[in-house]
């Protein structure tokens, strides 16, 4: 079992857009493994993305705590009109969680990890990690979705957290 450290906010490859992954061998089923083995290490894990433990390339897994739980090598993203408010948080910005708009539907096409096509249609909760995920490829945080008074709560909180001056 690999579990790697997670990168956190400040580190330039959190806001890269990732590589798209080309090459289907065993290097990215390493790389998926380490990511599941990062995402089941910690309890309460929900997502975590290959630029999250610093490797540019366009891999996400997840766990819904539900029974859903996968990967997804080069997705992309349709997103449903009706919206919900909830709190998120992020392992790259350990701690802080603020009130988040996300659609509440999301459906992702990618392919796994040996190149063959899947589609992953997610409701509520797993709409939310998809959607966060697949940001975390286009160099997007969700802090970078906040507005109004959440977003300056959440500068404050981040240039006033440790992890923030290391």
């Known amino acids: 079992m690999t579990m790697r450290p997670i990168r956190v906010l400040g580190d330039a490859v959190l806001r890269s857009p990732a590589e798209t992954v080309t090459t289907f061998d065993a290097g990215l089923r390493d ?66 969680y603020f009130p988040t708009v996300r659609a509440l539907t999301a459906t992702v096409r990618g392919v796994d990890q040996h190149g063959d096509p899947l589609v992953i249609e997610g409701e509520g909760y797993l709409a939310r990690i998809l959607q966060h995920e697949t940001d975390h490829l286009a160099g997007r945080l969700y802090v970078d979705t906040l507005r109004g008074d959440a977003r300056r709560s959440a500068l404050r909180e981040i240039r006033a957290a440790s992890w923030s001056r290391a």
């Open 31 to 96: 790389l998926v493994t380490d990511l599941m083995d990062t995402l089941l290490g910690k309890p309460g894990r929900a997502g975590v993305a290959a630029p999250q433990i610093g490797v540019s390339a366009a891999v996400f897994v997840y766990d819904d705590s539900a029974g859903h739980r996968g990967h997804v090598v080069n997705p992309t993203i349709e997103i449903g009109a009706e919206t919900e408010e909830d709190d998120e948080g992020c392992l790259s910005v350990p701690g802080l």
